[in-house]
């Protein structure tokens, strides 16, 4: 059985890290092939690839200056609808 999400208690821990806005970094793995769609949610950030060992994943990571916990709750909502994507 799959833990419920706690969204607000997520929230909370966000808005407990400091003042926003604030330089958030978002790390992925997503299945090797899915890197452009996790892209997509990132149009004006660098993001860094690193190819796992064996090849069939890919981690991803994104420095991106937010505004506030709900926007990145915004991302990681969105991500969560890509096939395969694991949030760290």
């Not at 969204?7 to 890197?35: D, S, T």
């Not at 997509?40 to 993001?47: A, T």
């Not at 990571?61 to 709750?73: K, L, R």
């Amino acid at each position: 059985m799959q833990k419920k999400f706690d969204k607000a208690g997520f929230k909370e821990k966000l808005e407990a890290v400091g003042q926003f806005p604030m330089l958030y970094m978002f790390k992925f793995i997503v299945p090797k092939g899915q890197e452009q769609e996790i892209a997509k949610l990132f149009p004006k950030n660098e993001i860094s690839l690193k190819p796992s060992s064996g090849g069939k994943y890919v981690s991803t990571t994104i420095q991106m200056m937010v505004d506030s916990s709900d926007q990145i709750m915004d991302i990681y909502e969105q991500a969560s609808s890509i096939e395969g994507v694991i949030a760290l």
